[in-house]
């Protein structure tokens, strides 16, 4: 009876899930494929990571989806990458939106799965790719992204991890 009682009580104890690890609203992320460090903004409002890419063009090698680019912005430099698709995203445009439109524009947009280093922590991450020179921080971190760092957000702090060392 007494073990009936301390496995009832061991069933009872609540699951103890560990506490985010508090990033800023900024961060440096290490892309080691690239072999590039982005300053990044965390953006718990987008799903999905997206990394500044332009000359976009997806081909088919030995019957997967590949697609070819080049980093976006102003120090990008010309090196053509290449890498596996693991999806095409649709990408909901709500800046585009108005009362006359029944649903936003919507933008498909091919994403590869790539390995980022938060401070000391690597994790494989979904990142779409899009222009996104015309934004201040070329890799965009969402909320994914997040849950798989165990992240949390203070927007009033910036750069809050050490630099990556993965």
């Excluded at 590949?66 to 909901?92: C, P």
């Amino acid at each position: 009876m007494k073990l009936l009682f301390a496995s009832l009580a061991l069933v009872a104890l609540p699951v103890m899930a560990a506490e985010p690890t508090l990033y800023g609203r900024y961060e440096y992320i290490q892309l080691p494929e690239i072999g590039e460090t982005f300053k990044a903004k965390m953006d718990t409002g987008a799903l999905t990571a997206s990394l500044s890419a332009r000359d976009i063009e997806t081909f088919t090698r030995d019957g997967d989806d590949w697609v070819r680019f080049r980093l976006g912005g102003k120090d990008a430099g010309n090196k053509v990458y290449e890498h596996k698709v693991s999806r095409i995203s649709k990408i909901k445009s709500r800046a585009d939106e108005d009362d006359d439109k029944d649903e936003p524009a919507v933008a498909k947009r091919p994403v590869v799965d790539l390995e980022m280093c938060l401070g000391n922590v690597k994790r494989t991450v979904e990142v779409n790719l899009t222009d996104r020179s015309s934004f201040n921080y070329p890799l965009l971190i969402g909320a994914k992204a997040l849950r798989e760092f165990g992240a949390a957000v203070n927007p009033a702090r910036r750069y809050t991890a050490d630099k990556p060392d993965c």
